[in-house]
């Protein structure tokens, strides 16, 4: 039995792609099957636990119950496109200086909520992080860290 295909179009991490997706793939799958990314990763499968994020079109979206079809036009970016040639993300680099991570599973969800945070949000409280990140788990519970690097990103994105 062969699945029918689609043909989706879109810009991924900056460059024009294009994929050929089966309908019931997850954006997850897309960016694993065909491209090669496994920043994003799925774990609970019930857009629970933020290991999936992926921002399309400026806003986070959790990538395991979200259709890969629903990229075709839009914007996508992934953890793997957060570092340019002149070094990491300011949210990568407070994530390292904070230690705000142990086994690392959750990282790239939390690094890649933060960005749409510190956008609408310069400078959260703790009880804005928490509630804005309360999507996100850390089965480590490097919670206390994640907040700090979330205002040290903060801080750092606002250094001229």
Not at 61 to 78: N, P, Q, S
């Amino acid at each position: 039995m062969s699945t029918v295909q689609r043909t989706i179009q879109f810009r991924l991490n900056g460059e024009a792609v294009s994929a050929d997706i089966a309908p019931h793939w997850n954006l997850v799958e897309l960016l694993q099957n065909c491209f090669g990314l496994f920043g994003a990763r799925e774990s609970c499968g019930q857009e629970l636990c933020g290991c999936c994020t992926v921002v399309v079109n400026g806003a986070a979206v959790t990538g395991c119950l979200y259709l890969a079809a629903f990229v075709d036009g839009a914007e996508v970016l992934t953890v793997e496109r957060l570092a340019s040639s002149t070094g990491l993300d300011a949210v990568q680099q407070a994530f390292i200086e904070c230690g705000a991570f142990q086994c690392g599973f959750c990282t790239s969800g939390f690094v890649l909520m933060t960005r749409p945070l510190l956008d609408i949000n310069p400078s959260p409280t703790d009880d804005d992080i928490r509630h804005y990140l309360s999507g996100n788990l850390c089965r480590c519970a490097a919670y206390p860290e994640i907040i700090r690097a979330v205002k040290l990103a903060a801080r750092k994105r606002k250094k001229p």
